[in-house]
């Protein structure tokens, strides 16, 4: 069974940390593109970082680029999203999704990784809340 575990959410004060997790089972995750997303109440799902397996480049929207580093374990079958100077503003829902895709690197590289509709394997979500 294809599963998709998001872990290390949780309720931070602004300018803190968090390192989310995103654990697979029942299929290796290097041979798959990863994105993590959000949604926040009332919007849209959002796509936020995503990592090749091809060559392991990676793309940050530019909201959260310099403070999310986006990273991945082969050996552990797991993908982390570091999150670093948090705002109240990146409260929501995170999930990472996957797919199998050939030159992923292109996915990434042209900034299509970002669209939910590209993936086929989602988690179950992990709140993240940023609040005094």
């Known amino acids: 069974q294809v599963q998709l575990v998001e872990s290390g959410g949780g309720l931070v004060q602004p300018g803190g940390s968090l390192r989310l997790s995103c654990a697979a089972s029942?299929?290796?995750?290097?041979?798959?593109?990863i994105g993590w997303f959000r949604q926040a109440p009332g919007k849209e799902r959002e796509g936020i970082s995503c990592?090749?397996?091809?060559?392991?480049?990676?793309y940050y929207v530019d909201s959260v680029k310099g403070r999310f580093t986006i990273s991945r374990d082969n050996a552990k079958n797991t993908v982390y999203l570091q999150m670093n100077n948090l705002k109240p503003e990146d409260t929501a829902v995170y999930y990472c999704?996957?797919?199998?895709?050939?030159?992923?690197?292109?996915?990434?590289?042209?900034?299509?990784?970002?669209?939910?509709?590209?993936?086929?394997?989602w988690g179950q979500g992990t709140q993240v809340t940023v609040s005094s």
């Open positions: 029942g299929f290796t995750l290097d041979n798959y593109l």
């Open positions: 999704a996957a797919v199998q895709t050939r030159s992923d690197y292109v996915f990434v590289l042209f900034r299509q990784c970002v669209f939910p509709q590209r993936y086929d394997y």
């Open positions: 990592i090749a397996s091809s060559d392991g480049s990676t």
